[in-house]
């Protein structure tokens, strides 16, 4: 595992962004562990988010134009990763991301930054159900361009309605690649590599066995 992926994991068991406990999801499955990466928030944490998301475009050779956050939380990681691109590989990618509802005064419209058009790199933190990214897929087809991948912060690797998971079903619909930062494996890699307690592995692998794809 590379080390801001191990970074990247401590940082989210210390400031919260991984919980461990019973969390029940929106599916109705009750999990082991949670993710927010609404609680990536201080400067420390932005820059290191920066650099674990440039380093995994970088990685997964991923070839853009722009780069895309959709509203809420993709907005700052859409912003954070164009400046760890910049800062860490030299490469300087426009971004835009979306309003929730067109403006009709100003420079009106729902995007906001730069132009959607050629190859789109969508950057957000988790895909649940794929909601979110048709959203985008109907904003990014309507400015003329198209998508070129997806990155996120960790994948669940977990099954959605069928039994594929919610990442390859956007993968195999969309004919481009999702890439994370973290999944679900390593995070259980880390929590052995670290010494966790085996009770919260051994919950965490039950819910693997259970749901993943």
Do not use: W
Request: charged share 20%; net charge negative.
């Amino acid at each position: 595992m590379q080390q801001y992926k191990r970074d990247f994991l401590r940082l989210a068991l210390e400031l919260g962004v991984l919980k461990f406990g019973e969390f029940t999801l929106k599916s109705g499955r009750v999990s082991p562990y949670f993710f927010n990466a609404g609680l990536f928030a201080n400067g420390r944490a932005a820059a290191a988010i920066s650099r674990c998301y440039a380093n995994t475009i970088a990685d997964a050779n991923l070839d853009g134009d722009v780069l895309f956050g959709p509203a809420y939380k993709g907005i700052p990681l859409a912003a954070l990763a164009a400046a760890g691109l910049f800062d860490h590989h030299g490469l300087s990618l426009p971004y835009a991301y979306n309003r929730k509802e067109a403006k009709d005064h100003g420079e009106g419209g729902q995007i906001v930054g730069a132009e959607l058009s050629g190859r789109v790199l969508v950057i957000d933190d988790v895909i649940t159900a794929g909601t979110a990214i048709g959203e985008s897929m109907a904003m990014i087809e309507a400015a003329g361009g198209t998508l070129a991948g997806v990155i996120i912060s960790l994948d669940r690797q977990e099954r959605g309605s069928g039994e594929t998971s919610a990442v390859q079903q956007v993968e195999e619909r969309y004919g481009a690649p999702v890439v994370s930062i973290v999944t679900l494996s390593e995070l259980i890699e880390y929590l052995v590599e670290t010494g966790a307690e085996p009770a919260l592995i051994d919950s965490i692998r039950e819910y693997q066995d259970k749901y993943g794809a």
